[in-house]
């Protein structure tokens, strides 16, 4: 019996390296840069036990750098279920172009350690935490002057803080140690509107983007951003922040859904928000 192989289409890394392919295709940059492009720098998988209610539990951890161009590498660290390899070379070198189209001096790095954390006690997440942060210090992959992660998806400025606690523990004469981690809590030096940044970024370039009536006469969209309506997946720190301003910014905005995890809201005349 002849079984039909089924084609699960390019991975996320193809995906990316497809749109900046077709992104410089006019450009002066050579074949050769493109391959460099391509290619991330390095990728580490940690496997590392921690002690969790008197069993030893062993979680998988990924660190990837697309490029050291500039240094150090910049990139968040997520926590969920659904970390990959695949992902997170792909999502280190989006991180490269990011800054380098913003000119920001630095180059790209992702990170994500596979963990539902549901299932964990707040105790328990701050000791898998430090463990990690130590296990990526041990290989360089967790540095002020190479490799600075940040809040993601799963994470905040709890993890960052623990993070911070970790990589002081095997480097405790570095005095630039808070600066392993952005996206820290106020009182260990963070930044005050870093919480919002990525939620407020997402509404501004919306606005921007309404204000190029050929380019949204291109997206078939309605001309200006009252005559759409918008549903916003997810209402993490991101979600939940970009309704926060994209309201405060543009008050005749429509949101007609918002979806969780658990549970989703509708209503085509717009939600109260």
Not at 5 to 16: A, R
Not at 79 to 86: A, I, K, L
Not at 123 to 152: H, Q
């Amino acid at each position: 019996m002849n079984k039909e192989k089924i084609s699960l289409g390019p991975s996320f890394t193809e995906n990316v390296n497809m749109m900046v392919g077709r992104a410089v295709q006019s450009s002066k940059f050579n074949k050769n840069f493109l391959k460099i492009l391509s290619a991330n720098h390095s990728t580490i998988k940690l496997n590392f036990p921690v002690l969790i209610k008197n069993k030893t539990e062993i979680f998988t951890g990924w660190r990837s750098v697309h490029t050291l161009h500039k240094i150090p590498s910049k990139g968040g660290i997520r926590y969920s279920t659904q970390v990959d390899p695949n992902k997170i070379e792909a999502l280190a070198s989006l991180m490269t172009y990011k800054c380098a189209i913003v000119e920001v001096p630095f180059g790209g790095s992702k990170g994500g350690l596979k963990i539902d954390k549901t299932k964990y006690s707040n105790n328990d997440l701050e000791r898998i935490t430090r463990r990690f942060a130590i296990e990526l210090s041990k290989t360089g992959f967790l540095s002020p002057s190479t490799n600075v992660p940040a809040p993601d998806v799963g994470t905040s400025s709890k993890e960052m803080s623990w993070i911070v606690e970790g990589y002081k523990s095997i480097h405790p004469n570095d005095i630039n140690h808070i600066g392993c981690v952005t996206g820290k809590p106020i009182e260990l030096g963070g930044i005050n509107g870093r919480n919002e940044a990525t939620g407020r970024g997402v509404a501004e370039a919306l606005l921007e983007f309404f204000r190029h009536p050929d380019e949204v006469k291109k997206s078939k969209l309605n001309k200006s951003l009252s005559e759409n309506s918008i549903v916003v997946q997810g209402m993490g720190n991101v979600g939940f922040n970009f309704i926060k301003s994209i309201y405060q910014m543009y008050p005749l905005v429509k949101v007609t859904g918002i979806i969780e995890k658990n549970g989703s809201i509708y209503d085509p005349s717009g939600i109260d928000l």
